[in-house]
């Protein structure tokens, strides 16, 4: 991970991130969304969470309408390591959509995957 390259581009559609190798390309405007870039990103008050899901819902008025940058960049993180999209449906870090206002955390599944995946990208 310490080797993982991040870069700006214009990416296409409605795609915030996506990861190539060892870099991982952050679209310049969150795909028309705008980013919500967390001055305190280890601490969560901007987002409430919503049941008993990893998946916590904007409260701030910065975050409401922007995408999470520090969710888009575990999500990458997360296929550097080897792990895919899951269905768009599910409110899991490695769901292959987030909409705006929505901060994800990894889960205790996604870090077992880590560790369990072995391959050219994985931890083993």
């Known amino acids: 991970m310490e080797r993982v390259q991040l870069a700006v581009a214009d990416l296409p559609n409605t795609t915030a991130g ?15 969304h705008g980013w919500f870039i967390d001055p305190t990103p280890m601490a ?12 916590l819902l904007a409260i701030d008025s910065r975050a ?5 940058l520090l969710t888009v960049v575990e ?6 390591a080897g792990l895919e999209d899951l269905d768009p449906s599910v409110s899991d870090l490695m769901s292959g959509q987030l909409r705006a206002g929505i901060r994800r955390s ?3 599944a996604d870090i077992d995957a880590i560790f369990a995946h072995e391959g050219p990208h994985g931890w083993s």
């Open 44 to 55: 969560n008050e901007e987002f409430r969470r919503q049941g008993d899901t990893s998946q």
């Open 64 to 68: 409401i309408d922007r995408i999470d």
């Open 106 to 108: 990894i889960g205790k």
């Open 75 to 80: 999500h990458e993180l997360g296929h550097i």
């Open 18 to 32: 996506l990861a190539a190798r060892n870099a991982i390309f952050l679209d310049r405007d969150a795909a028309g």
